[in-house]
C-alpha cells in the first residue's frame, strides 16, 4: 500500500527557482519511487512503521476520552506484562502493593517511585525483560550532554512505533513524504552513520542531506550556507542550539537566506522564546519545536497554532510531578516523568528524564484532543541556584548578553553554590564596556555574594552529543526547600 497522502503539503518543484528545477529528479524518485516501492521494500521494519503511522492517524482524531481509552488499555498490557516478566519492577511492584490487574492503572501508576538514570546503569540487567533474546534487540544510548550517559535495550515493536511517531510529527510541522529535508545534527548514531554508501543511498532516496553540527566553525557555516543554498529544503530538522547559532551566524555576516521553503524543526534541546524569534526572523518560516529523547522517541510535538506540545499519549503516559512531593499536578513546573508504552524488552515507567516542564488539560484551538506539553522550561541543569537559594531558569542568562553584538557564544556555568564562570567567544566588534553591562544584569539576579569570573575562548565546543549547552549546573537542583523561583 502507497505511503503518499493522498494531498501533499509540499510541491515537487518550484517552477521559478533553477535549484529547485536542478534537483528535481531526486524529488521525484524519493515521492514517486522511494517512498511507495523502496523504502517498505528495504526493512520489514519500515513496513510495519507505515502501517502503525496509518492506524494512529485515525486514532488521535478521537476524542480525548477515547484516545485515553487506548492509552490506559496500552499501560494495563505493559504493566501486567512486567509484573509477570521483568525481575526488576515484579520486585518494585511488591514493594508498592500493585497485586492485581485492578491495580495497573494511572492510579497504581502514582505509587511507584520513578524510575532514575542511576537505576538505569545499576539495574541494567535486572530491568531486561525475561525470554527476551538479546541478540534482537538494538542498544541504544543517551545522556551525552548531560554527563550521566545510560545505555539501554529496544526491541523492533519500538522502533518501528517510535518511527511512524516521528513520522506524525514532522507531518505536523510541513513535511511531508518526498520532501527535501536538511539535518543540521550531531549524533554520531545519524549522521554518522552516513560514512557508508548503503546509507548515503538510503539518504539521498529519502531526500536529506545532513550538515555536522559537531563542527560550526565560521568556514563550516559559510559552506554550509552554500550547499544548503543549492539544496533548497522544504524543512530544516536541528537541534535547537545549532539553528539559532546559525542564525547568528547569518545574521552578523549579513546573509539573507532563501530555505527552507517550509518550516524549521526544532529538537533536543530546550527552544526559548528569544531562540524561536532570532530564527524565524532570520529565516523567514515557522519553527516547530519537536520534544523527545533517545530513551523513549518523541514525547510531544508543537502545531502551526503554537500553543503548546501535543502529546503522543499512545506511545507514552506522561506526568508533571512537583518538585517537593512528589505528587502529579497540572499548570505549574514541576519534574516530567514519562512511562514508554512500546518498549516491552527493557520497559521504562515513570522514567525521570531530567527535564522540567508545564502539562495541561486544556485543548488546543487546532482542535486535536492530545493534552498539551503547555511549556518546556529545559533540564534541570539548566537551572541555576543563586547563593541564597533561588531558582534561576538559565533563560535569563540569554537575555543578559542581548544587545551585544560583540559576543558571538556564550556558556555560563554554575561551579559551585558560589562560583560562577561565563565563557566569552568575541566578535571583531567586541567592545570591553559589553562585559560590565552584562555582569550587573547576572548580579541583579544572583547577588553580590556571587562570584562571577569571565573567561575569553576561541571556541565552545558541543558536548558529545553535538549539542551546545548555554547554561549548566554542576551542582544538584534543590529539592524539598522553600525557595523562590525566577526566569
Same mark, same amino acid.
Given at each position: 500500500?502507497?505511503?503518499?497522502?493522498?494531498?501533499?503539503?509540499?510541491?515537487?518543484?518550484?517552477?521559478?527557482?533553477?535549484?529547485?528545477?536542478?534537483?528535481?529528479?531526486?524529488?521525484?524518485?524519493?515521492?514517486?519511487?522511494?517512498?511507495?516501492?523502496?523504502?517498505?521494500?528495504?526493512?520489514?521494519?519500515?513496513?510495519?512503521?507505515?502501517?502503525?503511522?496509518?492506524?494512529?492517524?485515525?486514532?488521535?482524531?478521537?476524542? #480525548?476520552?477515547?484516545? %485515553?481509552? /487506548?492509552? +490506559?488499555? *496500552? !499501560?494495563? @498490557?505493559?504493566? =501486567?506484562?512486567? $509484573?509477570?516478566?521483568? &525481575?526488576?519492577?515484579?520486585?518494585?511492584?511488591?514493594?508498592?502493593?500493585?497485586?492485581?490487574?485492578?491495580?495497573?492503572?494511572?492510579?497504581?501508576?502514582?505509587?511507584?517511585?520513578?524510575?532514575?538514570?542511576?537505576?538505569?546503569?545499576?539495574?541494567?540487567? #535486572?530491568?531486561?525483560? %525475561?525470554? /527476551?533474546? +538479546?541478540? *534482537? !534487540?538494538? @542498544?541504544?544510548? =543517551?545522556?551525552? $550532554?548531560?554527563?550521566? &550517559?545510560?545505555?539501554?535495550?529496544?526491541?523492533?515493536?519500538?522502533?518501528?512505533?517510535?518511527?511512524?511517531?516521528?513520522?506524525?510529527?514532522?507531518?505536523?510541522?510541513?513535511?511531508?513524504?518526498?520532501?527535501?529535508?536538511?539535518?543540521?545534527?550531531?549524533?554520531?548514531?545519524?549522521?554518522?552513520?552516513?560514512?557508508?554508501?548503503?546509507?548515503?543511498?538510503?539518504?539521498?532516496?529519502?531526500?536529506?542531506?545532513?550538515?555536522?553540527?559537531?563542527?560550526?566553525?565560521?568556514?563550516?557555516?559559510?559552506?554550509?550556507?552554500?550547499?544548503?543554498?543549492?539544496?533548497?529544503?522544504?524543512?530544516?530538522?536541528?537541534?535547537?542550539?545549532?539553528?539559532?547559532?546559525?542564525?547568528?551566524?547569518?545574521?552578523?555576516?549579513?546573509?539573507?537566506?532563501?530555505?527552507?521553503?517550509?518550516?524549521?524543526?526544532?529538537?533536543?534541546?530546550?527552544?526559548?522564546?528569544?531562540?524561536?524569534?532570532?530564527?524565524?526572523?532570520?529565516?523567514?518560516?515557522?519553527?516547530?519545536?519537536?520534544?523527545?529523547?533517545?530513551?523513549?522517541?518523541?514525547?510531544?510535538?508543537?502545531?502551526?497554532?503554537?500553543?503548546?506540545?501535543?502529546?503522543?499519549?499512545?506511545?507514552?503516559?506522561?506526568?508533571?510531578?512537583?518538585?517537593?512531593?512528589?505528587?502529579?499536578?497540572?499548570?505549574?513546573?514541576?519534574?516530567?516523568?514519562?512511562?514508554?508504552?512500546?518498549?516491552?524488552?527493557?520497559?521504562?515507567?515513570?522514567?525521570?528524564?531530567?527535564?522540567?516542564?508545564?502539562?495541561?488539560?486544556?485543548?488546543?484551538?487546532?482542535?486535536?484532543?492530545?493534552?498539551?506539553?503547555?511549556?518546556?522550561?529545559?533540564?534541570?541543569?539548566?537551572?541555576?541556584?543563586?547563593?541564597?537559594?533561588?531558582?534561576?531558569?538559565?533563560?535569563?542568562?540569554?537575555?543578559?548578553?542581548?544587545?551585544?553584538?560583540?559576543?558571538?557564544?556564550?556558556?555560563?556555568?554554575?561551579?559551585?553554590?558560589?562560583?560562577?564562570?561565563?565563557?566569552?567567544?568575541?566578535?571583531?566588534?567586541?567592545?570591553?564596556?559589553?562585559?560590565?553591562?552584562?555582569?550587573?544584569?547576572?548580579?541583579?539576579?544572583?547577588?553580590?555574594?556571587?562570584?562571577?569570573?569571565?573567561?575569553?575562548?576561541?571556541?565552545?565546543?558541543?558536548?558529545?552529543?553535538?549539542?551546545?549547552?548555554?547554561?549548566?549546573?554542576?551542582?544538584?537542583?534543590?529539592?524539598?526547600?522553600?525557595?523562590?523561583?525566577?526566569?
Amino acid at each position: 500500500m502507497s505511503a503518499i497522502p493522498e494531498t501533499r503539503s509540499v510541491e515537487i518543484a518550484e517552477r521559478g527557482n533553477p535549484a529547485r528545477r536542478r534537483c528535481q529528479a531526486r524529488d521525484l524518485i524519493s515521492l514517486y519511487l522511494n517512498y511507495p516501492i523502496l523504502f517498505p521494500m528495504r526493512k520489514s521494519l519500515n513496513r510495519r512503521a507505515l502501517e502503525i503511522m496509518r492506524n494512529k492517524l485515525n486514532a488521535i482524531v478521537g476524542t #480525548r476520552a477515547k484516545i %485515553e481509552e /487506548v492509552q +490506559r488499555s *496500552r !499501560l494495563r @498490557e505493559l504493566l =501486567s506484562f512486567c $509484573s509477570l516478566r521483568n &525481575p526488576f519492577y515484579r520486585d518494585r511492584f511488591r514493594r508498592a502493593g500493585l497485586r492485581e490487574k485492578l491495580d495497573f492503572c494511572p492510579e497504581g501508576l502514582a505509587q511507584l517511585p520513578p524510575l532514575t538514570k542511576v537505576d538505569l546503569q545499576e539495574s541494567f540487567d #535486572r530491568l531486561v525483560s %525475561e525470554g /527476551v533474546s +538479546r541478540e *534482537r !534487540l538494538v @542498544e541504544n544510548s =543517551s545522556g551525552g $550532554s548531560t554527563g550521566d &550517559p545510560v545505555n539501554l535495550l529496544q526491541d523492533r515493536n519500538f522502533l518501528a512505533e517510535s518511527l511512524a511517531t516521528a513520522f506524525i510529527s514532522d507531518k505536523m510541522q510541513g513535511w511531508d513524504f518526498g520532501a527535501r529535508r536538511a539535518l543540521l545534527w550531531g549524533s554520531p548514531k545519524d549522521c554518522g552513520r552516513l560514512s557508508s554508501a548503503k546509507a548515503r543511498l538510503s539518504a539521498y532516496l529519502n531526500n536529506e542531506n545532513c550538515y555536522d553540527s559537531f563542527n560550526m566553525g565560521i568556514r563550516e557555516m559559510q559552506r554550509f550556507h552554500e550547499e544548503l543554498t543549492r539544496f533548497q529544503p522544504d524543512n530544516i530538522l536541528a537541534y535547537a542550539s545549532s539553528i539559532y547559532l546559525f542564525a547568528r551566524f547569518q545574521k552578523e555576516a549579513r546573509i539573507k537566506p532563501n530555505y527552507p521553503l517550509r518550516s524549521i524543526i526544532s529538537s533536543a534541546e530546550t527552544l526559548t522564546d528569544a531562540m524561536r524569534a532570532e530564527v524565524e526572523e532570520c529565516f523567514g518560516v515557522p519553527v516547530y519545536d519537536r520534544y523527545g529523547t533517545r530513551e523513549v522517541g518523541t514525547i510531544a510535538s508543537e502545531c502551526d497554532h503554537h500553543a503548546g506540545l501535543h502529546l503522543h499519549m499512545l506511545d507514552h503516559y506522561a506526568e508533571v510531578v512537583d518538585f517537593e512531593t512528589g505528587q502529579g499536578i497540572w499548570d505549574k513546573p514541576g519534574r516530567i516523568l514519562v512511562t514508554l508504552l512500546t518498549n516491552y524488552a527493557m520497559p521504562l515507567i515513570r522514567y525521570d528524564i531530567g527535564d522540567v516542564g508545564i502539562l495541561t488539560e486544556d485543548f488546543c484551538p487546532c482542535g486535536r484532543s492530545a493534552l498539551l506539553v503547555k511549556k518546556l522550561l529545559g533540564r534541570s541543569s539548566d537551572f541555576v541556584v543563586s547563593p541564597s537559594g533561588r531558582l534561576i531558569h538559565g533563560e535569563y542568562f540569554t537575555h543578559a548578553f542581548y544587545g551585544h553584538r560583540g559576543i558571538r557564544q556564550f556558556q555560563f556555568v554554575q561551579e559551585t553554590a558560589t562560583l560562577y564562570l561565563v565563557r566569552v567567544v568575541k566578535s571583531a566588534d567586541f567592545q570591553p564596556p559589553s562585559l560590565e553591562a552584562v555582569r550587573h544584569e547576572i548580579e541583579l539576579v544572583l547577588g553580590q555574594n556571587a562570584e562571577i569570573r569571565f573567561e575569553f575562548v576561541e571556541n565552545i565546543p558541543s558536548a558529545r552529543s553535538g549539542k551546545w549547552r548555554f547554561t549548566i549546573s554542576k551542582i544538584p537542583l534543590p529539592v524539598g526547600q522553600n525557595r523562590e523561583t525566577a526566569s
